[in-house]
């Protein structure tokens, strides 16, 4: 245990750097943060990130300061002139712990695994190659060293103006049916998720606009293909395609919707920071399921959904040996039909 003063106003930097800049989820330590600052009130809190992963964190009143691993700038010569007391790495990454040893920042926690880690001069053992916690989780865990205790969740912020414009946005794109319940889905999956099929996401959007607004997001090299796809259902038109090309924009649009649907596992982070009740879908493996990178909240709202059933903890067990049996079940997103999602939502937002 390191021995602090909580009155004293140390600060501290949060590493989480990764060279695969979509796996980078710096929104898994913000819970950190929060932790950080209830335990020592008068901390400093800065963040050293991917530079694609800022957006997430701009607005957060909580943050003194975010320094790049990408920047062109000497890291070591940025760390050391920002004055920082405790470094918390979050992942192995080599550059971000030569520089922070180079910088002689006085008291560096890091997981103990490969060679660079020697650098850290507290080093804690933690495997993660077969995980029974969230990953927020085990990040906390690494807190224990500061004697910072409790379970804490993600918070995203946005600005008035961002949240004026979303609406505008909305009001222009729904004029006529803004008492509808709106269901934004993304099919877009990330480095961390396995694909539900797209004709999926728009076979159950289809089914949902005759009782909602629904917003289907799609990438700017996404549009063509989504627009033709668009002709074959009848509920949906171009008018529910939104071409996402500005991230903060998007999280804006995002913190209206009464739903989040999608299997991005970032994004269905963000929606659930901002307040969305969310749905998302799964695959379930050893090393990727639910219980590791599954919406972590205190709100009760948010649906997980697996070839495999409804994830919850209640059910854990039965999930778990029906996944022993046939471990190659949990991989089939495909046997999710989209009418069952469909009655899923409609359950949900009765």
């Known amino acids: 245990m390191i021995r602090l003063n909580k009155d004293k106003s140390y600060h501290f930097l949060l590493v989480y750097c990764n060279q695969y800049q979509n ?13 950080i600052k209830t335990n020592y009130p ?21 943050i003194s300061n975010i320094l790049l691993i990408d920047s062109k700038h000497s890291l070591s010569s940025a760390i050391k002139e920002a004055k920082v007391d405790i470094s918390i790495s979050f992942t192995q990454d080599k550059k971000s712990t030569i520089a922070l040893f180079l910088a002689k920042v006085k008291i560096r926690i890091g997981i103990f695994s490969d060679l660079h880690s020697f650098l850290f001069n507290y080093k804690i053992k933690q495997s993660r190659l077969s995980p029974k916690k969230h990953e927020i989780q085990y990040n906390l865990d690494l807190l224990k060293a500061l004697n910072c205790q409790g379970i804490f969740f993600p918070k995203l912020y946005l600005t008035i103006q961002q949240q004026q414009q979303a609406g505008k946005y909305l009001e222009s794109r729904f004029k006529s049916n803004m008492e509808s319940n709106l269901i934004i889905i993304y099919p877009s999956k990330d480095g961390n998720s396995i694909g539900w099929e797209v004709k999926n996401f728009f076979s159950t959007a289809n089914l949902l606009a005759d009782d909602n607004m629904i917003l289907i997001i799609a990438n700017p090299s996404e549009q063509a293909a989504y627009e033709t796809m668009l002709e074959q259902y009848s509920n949906l038109s171009k008018n529910n395609l939104y071409i996402s090309n500005n991230q903060k924009q998007l999280l804006a649009i995002i913190s209206y919707a ?22 998302s879908l799964n695959q379930y493996s050893k090393h990727n399921n639910p219980m590791r990178y ?50 899923i939502i409609k359950a949900k937002l009765e």
């Open 258 to 279: 009464r739903l989040f649907v999608s299997n991005n596992t970032l994004l269905l982070h963000c929606a659930s920071a901002l307040g969305v009740q969310t749905l």
């Open 42 to 62: 008068n901390a400093k809190i800065s963040l050293l990130i991917h530079s694609s992963m800022r957006y997430l964190l701009d607005n957060n009143p909580e």
């Open 294 to 343: 599954g919406i972590f909240s205190k709100e009760k709202h948010h649906t997980m959904l697996t070839p495999l059933g409804i994830f919850s903890y209640k059910n854990l067990d039965s999930i778990i040996k029906d996944y022993a049996k046939n471990p190659a079940i949990g991989l089939r997103l495909d046997n999710i039909q989209p009418k069952l999602v469909y009655d």
């Open 23 to 35: 796996l980078s989820f710096p929104i898994f330590c913000l819970p950190c943060i929060y932790s």
